[in-house]
């Protein structure tokens, strides 16, 4: 169920939100187990909406989804949220992103994307995947390119410039060892021989 490791921080947080202001016993950690209770859930297949269902989560995954009487006793959930009147969906994937700051990560997740192509990367979008990775911060799975590469002189000052087709393979090598997912390129490039 990867593709549910959703919008549950979304549902949490709308489940949440209709609590008055403050610490709330009822309110899991990140990463806490928790019931989610009477919510309905959008089919991707069809677009409807299942009768009342019932998640159990742990670790911030799905392990659990069914019919809301048929829910697990669920003995190591911390909080036991009523999502009555609440929908969740498969988080949604954003393949068109600039990521500016760490701040940003938590407004993809509470928007329900869980999943975002950053382009035109530099090395803090390394850092910032390793850290979601690791569980050190909240945000989307984040698969990000390099400098945008463009011709000499670039379109863009910020992007990088490939003066001809013989640099090609040692920047697209030098991408790959620094751990970017792709490379992105601009329409400066002129073709190769």
Known sequence: MSAWSLLVAGAVLAASAARPAGPSPETPRDGEPFLLTDVRVLSLSDGKASPPSSLFVRGGRVEWLGDARDAPPAADAVARIDGAGHFVMPGLVDAHVHIGERDELDLYLLNGVTTVLNLNGQPVHL???????????????????????????????????????????????????????????????????
């Not at 850092?127 to 911060?137: A, I, K, N, T």
């Not at 920047?171 to 002129?190: C, H, P, S, T």
């Open 127 to 193: 850092e910032m995947r390793r850290e979601v990775r690791e569980g050190l911060r909240r945000g989307p799975r984040i698969y990000t390119a390099g400098r945008t590469i463009d011709g000499d002189p670039p379109r863009n000052p910020r992007f990088r410039p490939l003066g001809d087709a013989a640099e090609a393979d040692a920047l697209v090598a030098e991408l790959d060892e620094a751990g970017y997912d792709f490379v992105k390129i601009y329409d400066l490039i002129e073709r190769g021989p």
